[in-house]
């Protein structure tokens, strides 16, 4: 089974930035898509950035121009750069691939990485 690992979390101020990392224990290119979502109790989960197969990248409108997604094949890991961070974009971040064929689709889920931003 494939395996998904964040790391880079931590404790930073506003305006302040932080890498996040999720190396996969297999190929990358093997996902149609890999994925960061951010989660915090009492709210739904929800879709940060996307990387497509093809390298495309989408972002939820209240990160974009701050955040990027991108990855290095190579190392089998995507990284999502935060910058320009506010109080509440707080959250776990968590990693996600999936697979799909003409059956149903398969996810992948890493364990997250708690993100503070605080003064």
């Known amino acids: 089974q494939v395996q998904l690992v964040e790391s880079g979390g931590g404790l930073v101020q506003p305006g302040g930035s932080l890498r996040l990392s999720c190396a996969a224990s297999g190929n990358i290119l093997s996902f149609n898509a890999m994925a960061w979502y951010r989660q915090v109790p009492g709210k739904g989960r929800e879709l940060v950035a996307t990387i497509t197969g093809d390298g495309s990248t989408i972002y939820e409108d209240s990160v974009k121009g701050r955040f990027t997604i991108s990855r290095d094949n190579a190392k089998n890991t995507v990284y999502l750069q935060m910058n320009s961070l506010k109080p509440e974009d707080t959250a776990v971040y968590t990693c996600?691939?999936?697979?799909?064929?003409?059956?149903?689709?398969?996810?992948?889920w890493g364990q997250g990485t708690q993100v503070t931003v605080s003064s």
């Open positions: 996600n691939g999936y697979q799909k064929g003409w059956g149903p689709r398969t996810d992948y």
